[in-house]
């Protein structure tokens, strides 16, 4: 081969080379993430995303994603994806919903996992585009990948078992449902809040604060119109902020026919109609579990006194006065409780159940206000006292209802206290309802006087007791 041929070949082949070089290199333009989710789910996010400065012909947006570390790692070809291929034009943005489950790295994120992102500008795709600085993170996200935990309360029945639970005793009650999008065990883990019921930055990242509450508690009223005939349904579906959903719908009524008893009036009174507690009245009413008085009102705003609870809550139990005792039981006679009393067999019975004590010196009190720690007092009682002594108890109390569910045992997973939590400002460390107050409240049974504050002392007026008893006693599944 001559001298001549064999430069200009070395000539077109360094010609060649340049052109392969030039084409390569990324094309002008700046891109940036201008809005990105705190939270989202393990398996995709939503990015919002601006490019300005683009030089002319064909370029491509890429988003590049890596799960933080505390030593960061290079950004990976197979975790970048193309957001949009621009032509002649300078400037462009847009929302991008970037894919977990079909990168390489990125497809198996769990609840707490940081994820970092980039973008750049290129004339290639993510294959054989320049990977970006391994400091140029501009978008951190928490992933939240479990649905909110929950459970849902029926009507109560004396059904054993929530499946069997598909009609009502009257026309209007409450279904309700608690949820929690946190964990109890893990105080620091990152979730993204409760969401909705459906019915019908390199370096160390602390968890930013949730998008939603922790906990959720439905109460969907539901009333029977005198029309209503056929199968009815009534489902939820618990969603979190960051889109993670419950598997399926769950039933609170699953396409079952309407019976006649469900559109009859529930019992009623002359003084509860727009009463909070109504709906809890007038159903508990319905079921022969509390009364009013004779001239036709019920006093929802009254108050009651101990015996008259120790009477409601044995009345739940499957207790009339034909099966009290006539004397007291050992460890419960009390000075201030007469055989001459009208509620004297009701306080036996409670005492001798371990369901209500007295007050210390031999009495018992009854004649005075029950307070509302005294309330969840009688009621975290039940649950002890069955558990302790797992003897079925009766009427409404031996179903599959909330205080008799594993959900008042300190060995529960969530340490027995439910779902929710409050920093109740007069609810003192060493009271004798301070654990009663945490678990009626986290298991959604009662609710608190404000934001911060429970009254504990405060007595409780018939309507409370009402609410409270239909909580308890709701069959949940």
Request: proline share 6%.
């Amino acid at each position: 081969m001559s001298k001549k041929v064999f430069t200009v070949l070395l000539l077109v082949v360094f010609m060649l080379a340049q052109f392969s070089i030039a084409s390569a290199v990324a094309v002008t333009g700046d891109a940036s993430i201008t809005a990105i989710p705190d939270f989202s789910s393990g398996t995709s996010v939503d990015l919002d995303w601006a490019a300005t400065g683009m030089a002319a012909g064909t370029k491509n947006i890429l988003v590049w994603g890596r799960e933080y570390a505390a030593v960061p790692v290079a950004y990976d070809p197979n975790d970048c994806q193309l957001i949009a291929t621009i032509i002649g034009t300078s400037d462009a943005s847009g929302t991008f919903t970037y894919d977990f489950t079909t990168t390489a790295n990125l497809n198996a994120l769990a609840t707490g996992d940081q994820v970092e992102f980039t973008l750049s500008v290129d004339d290639q795709t993510c294959a054989t585009a320049d990977v970006p600085a391994i400091d140029s993170v501009m978008g951190v996200n928490y992933v939240d990948a479990t649905a909110p935990t929950y459970y849902q309360g029926h009507p109560p029945s004396t059904a054993a078992v929530a499946p069997s639970l598909d009609t009502a005793a009257c026309n209007t009650f409450e279904y309700w449902a608690l949820a929690r999008d946190a964990s109890i065990v893990f105080a620091d883990e990152a979730y993204s809040g409760f969401g909705s019921w459906n019915p019908q930055v390199t370096g160390t990242f602390a968890p930013p604060a949730p998008m939603g509450p922790t906990s959720s508690l439905l109460s969907w009223t539901f009333a029977f119109p005198a029309t209503a005939t056929g199968a009815w349904t009534a489902t939820i579906q618990p969603e979190d902020m960051a889109g993670n959903m419950w598997p399926g719908v769950d039933h609170f009524r699953n396409a079952v026919n309407v019976v006649p008893a469900e559109l009859e009036d529930c019992a009623d009174f002359s003084d509860v109609a727009g009463n909070d507690n109504e709906v809890y009245i007038r159903y508990l009413a319905s079921l022969g579990l509390i009364s009013g008085f004779a001239d036709g009102s019920f006093g929802p705003d009254s108050t009651l006194t101990r015996a008259e609870a120790a009477t409601l809550i044995e009345i739940s139990n499957g207790y009339d006065d034909t099966m009290l005792p006539t004397s007291a039981p050992a460890g419960c006679d009390f000075t201030d409780v007469a055989a001459s009393d009208w509620f004297a067999g009701w306080v036996w019975q409670a005492c001798d159940d371990g369901l209500m004590n007295g007050v210390g010196g031999g009495l018992f009190d009854p004649n005075n206000l029950l307070t509302r720690g005294q309330v969840v007092t009688i009621l975290n009682n039940v649950a002890t006292s069955y558990f302790a002594n797992p003897v079925p108890f009766g009427g409404y109390i031996d179903t599959s209802n909330v205080l008799l569910s594993t959900f008042f045992l300190p060995a529960y997973p969530y340490g027995g206290y439910g779902y929710r939590t409050a920093a109740w400002t007069d609810v003192s460390v060493g009271a004798f309802y301070a654990v009663p107050v945490q678990k009626a409240y986290g298991w959604g049974v009662a609710e608190g006087t404000s934001d911060t504050t429970f009254s504990p002392d405060q007595a409780a007026t018939r309507g409370e007791f009402a609410k409270m008893l239909y909580r308890a006693l709701s069959i949940i599944s």
